[in-house]
DNA sequence: CTAGAATCTAGACCCGGCTCTAGATCAACC
DNA sequence: GGTTGATCTAGAGCCGGGTCTAGATTCTAG
């Protein structure tokens, strides 16, 4: 089955621009083919390739690395080894970058109950027409709420 | 305790032009104090404000956003709403973005066991003179190894 | 007093990753 | 046989997030 550029536009979500680009930029495993009027025509294999393009760029695998990876894939038979470095590599990054993202939501839950317990007494406060008497030390409150978590 | 830009870029790992460039784009809550001879002054507190800048930075919260929240932070009591609300969104951001990484280290890793197995085969054919026996159907292997994992 | 290091401002530059434009060609429908 | 829409190429433009440069102070040590 044969697409244009424009079905597999709709099909991955990626710009026509960004498919051109992309093959510019060396990501197609096979040379993108071309009908007689020297319009691309894709496979679905294109598309498959897309797809997993589109999966290790969400993971912040650079175009650069995945042109080297495509390259590799269409050296065929003898490049495994590097294929699986060149995987493992970014495994690992992709595993450090969850493990950054999970700590730093550390500080945002932090701050999420801070805030929320804040705006909960300022409504009580309104409520009773009081001004936050279970507040405690209140010094540099909107100072003291900025500090580091850790 | 005050620092030179020199020190605040020890301790916080930007450069002295990021933290220039920082302040330009607003992300500071107070103005950053300037010596006689108009050369910046900060302080501890600072420090810890940028170390937070920092953590919602490194979990992809764009420059705008930080500086929106510095404003408010500024602005002082009455904005504790409108704080809850983007740390919620960025919350929300961090959260997806660790699920859509989460999903790629599935197709990541298993591209990495398929070419473990590869790898492995390779080495027990060249191991045993024999051309990988127990390979099975080969077909297009180079190709079927592409294939998308869902 | 002077050399070298640190800082200042304003603005140019860079990089990654697209996105958009212009002008031409081609396909399809009425 | 026009008109409309999709596609083509080459190249410019944009955005985010810094980085770097130039030229002028200013600080510090010998």
Known sequence: MSLSIGQVAERTGLSVHALRFYEREGLFVNPVRRGPSGR???SE???DWLTVCII?????MPLPVLSRYADLVREGAGTEEERLTLMREHQAR???????????LDLIRFKVAVYEDLVDQGAAAHQ???????AGEEGT??????AVVE
């Not at 992709?94 to 993202?101: A, D, E, H």
């Not at 009773?128 to 279970?134: G, L, M």
């Not at 409150?141 to 900025?146: A, F, H, S, T």
């Open 128 to 134: 009773c027409h009081a001004p936050s008497p279970a």
């Open 40 to 42: 691309r025509i894709y």
């Open 94 to 104: 992709v595993t450090t970058q969850i493990g950054r993202l999970t700590e730093s």
């Open 45 to 47: 294999d294109d598309v």
């Open 56 to 60: 290790l760029r969400a993971s912040g």
């Open 141 to 146: 409150p909107l100072l003291r709420q900025e």
